[in-house]
């Protein structure tokens, strides 16, 4: 319990610091209000171009397909190889000055619309146009609202700045290209997706029989000592638990107000150096989180090791496990921290994740439901206000671009548990922020905890149903996730009803609400001691 007290601050500051996942592309501009009438209706799907320069396969780019013109094929062995070829003039605003039949046109964003490019290039005879955008984003080509019924029988591809400015020059210093455009098909359900669930309430099932086990072992010691010196009750009662802080009504509301402000930060602060600083931070989080979870596995096995203990300057009484176990959690979280961008780096991000999770609610708790409705509503609004609200003040969603990150030259900041998508031809990472775990995972401990001071049965308690709760609620995401066709959800927005809702309503129709709400934990009668007084 030493290392525990010593190691809140950093691991209560981590905690401040969860982000909502996402799963979203590099697409910007929100085209709600753009006119939709027949021949630009189409889907906004992600499209891959592989290149040949002078017969040789070079790279392959992503790009974004318009709301005008005709469908790509899903395979790559469906579609038919052209010739790329710059068109003249490169904006494609004006005739072109040489006919492009069976080439497909490369040509600049600006000077006009998309569809007039497109028409042009078709009457040129090209068989597909790629429009170069002006910037790295995907931008979304939509129609004029003054254009009519649209007659454009090529398909359309906005690519990003650096892709398109490499095939022109290779276009330009007489390379022959080769271009190959297809949209493959993403599959329905991603495993990358199944097991990411599985980890969150693994995660979530595991820290709660922790938090359990720990309360029922204090109140055992509590019991034993009263056992063995009546005159100790007032002694034990009053110093109570110092590894663990419980959270009230105003640190609930304060958590959420801090958290936002964290939020806010990181978005304007978004910059390589800045993520190198978050780096630093999961990584103390991560070692503190890593060496608590081992040295509690480790003392049920070495248990004379894990009473003897260490006087150590400024620290206090260390346990020796705790100093045989740490130099290890501190390699592993700076060899994680080195290779971080290396393809298999996410195993360790999501040991040090997990941890970290586990031991955050060990530590931080909820006495009662009352706390747990005001910690969990205050995040349910927080979650759809970042999500769907902020980009009307910021022009773009702060909580998905932080959990993208944005700006930063990484795929995202580390307080987030990720898994690759391994059948998904797009490749990527399927996502959880640490506070869709975390804050459903304290009402869903305090829900065994309650379970077991009041000697309720499995289906007769609370845990069971909430974590039932959870695991829908958390399916529901997906498949939110997946109908919006990747954009970022606010997965409190499904969970927090699924959670908290399932225990207010259990509560109520057992008529148990009221305790639930204010007294919260049941205190256990102690057979071994009479009651003060009697």
Request: hydrophobic share 50%; proline share 4%; charged share 20%.
């Amino acid at each position: 319990m030493k290392m525990i007290k010593q190691g809140l601050g950093p691991v209560l500051f981590l905690f401040f610091l969860f982000v909502e996942y996402g799963l979203c592309g590099d697409i910007v501009h929100d085209d709600d209000i753009a006119p939709k009438q027949p021949g630009c209706e189409n889907k906004f799907v992600l499209v891959k171009v592989q290149t040949w320069v002078n017969n040789v396969k070079a790279d392959e780019y992503v790009g974004v397909s318009a709301r005008f013109g005709t469908p790509m094929e899903s395979k790559e062995k469906d579609a038919n190889k052209s010739r790329l070829v710059l068109a003249k003039p490169y904006d494609s605003c004006t005739s072109l000055s040489e006919k492009l039949t069976g080439d497909a046109a490369l040509v600049h964003r600006g000077n006009c619309t998309f569809t007039t490019k497109a028409k042009i290039a078709q009457e040129a005879g090209a068989v597909a146009v790629l429009v170069v955008n002006d910037r790295e984003e995907l931008y979304k080509m939509v129609c004029a609202s003054n254009e009519t019924t649209l007659d454009i029988r090529i398909p359309a591809v906005m690519l990003p700045n650096t892709a398109g400015t490499t095939l022109k020059q290779n276009l330009e210093r007489g390379a022959a290209v080769g271009v190959v455009i297809y949209s493959p098909d993403r599959p329905l359900v991603d495993i990358a997706e199944v097991f990411l669930w599985l980890m969150a309430v693994s995660t979530i099932l595991c820290a709660s029989f922790w938090s359990a086990w720990s309360a029922r072992e204090v109140a055992n010691e509590h019991y034993k000592s009263l056992k063995d010196d009546l005159d100790s009750f007032v002694v034990e009662e009053s110093s109570g638990d110092k590894g663990v802080v419980d959270i009230n009504t105003t640190s609930a509301i304060l958590f959420v107000v801090i958290a936002s402000c964290f939020l806010v930060l990181i978005y304007k602060c978004m910059s390589e150096w800045f993520l190198e600083l978050l780096v630093v931070i999961f990584c103390i989080g991560g070692v503190e989180g890593l060496q608590t979870c081992l040295v509690a596995l480790l003392s049920r096995w070495f248990t004379r090791v894990g009473r003897l203990y260490i006087c150590i300057p400024f620290f206090g009484a260390v346990s020796a496990l705790t100093l045989a176990v740490l130099p290890f959690c501190i390699t592993f979280a700076v060899v994680w921290a080195v290779y971080r961008r290396i393809s298999f780096a996410w195993i360790g991000q999501d040991i040090l994740g997990i941890t970290l999770i586990i031991t955050v609610l060990q530590i931080v708790r909820l006495p009662n439901v009352k706390v747990s409705t005001v910690l969990l509503s205050c995040a349910f609004l927080y979650d759809i206000f970042w999500v769907f609200v902020s980009p009307k003040l910021f022009s773009e969603s702060v909580m998905i671009v932080v959990a993208r990150g944005d700006r930063s030259g990484e795929d995202g900041i580390p307080m987030l548990l990720k898994i690759p998508r391994l059948y998904d031809p797009w490749g990527g990472y399927s996502i959880i922020g640490f506070g869709d775990i975390l804050l459903p995972g304290l009402l869903i401990a305090f829900a065994l905890r309650y379970d077991w001071a009041a000697k309720k049965s499995l289906q007769g308690g609370y845990f069971l149903w909430s974590m039932i709760g959870y695991g829908f609620g958390l399916f529901i995401t997906y498949v939110a996730l997946n109908l919006m066709d990747g954009n970022g959800q606010p997965a409190l927005l499904y969970i927090v009803p699924c959670t908290l809702g399932t225990v207010l309503s259990l509560g109520f129709w057992r008529d148990e609400l009221s305790n639930l709400w204010s007294k919260g934990e049941p205190q256990m009668a102690c057979p071994h001691v009479p009651k003060v007084g009697s």
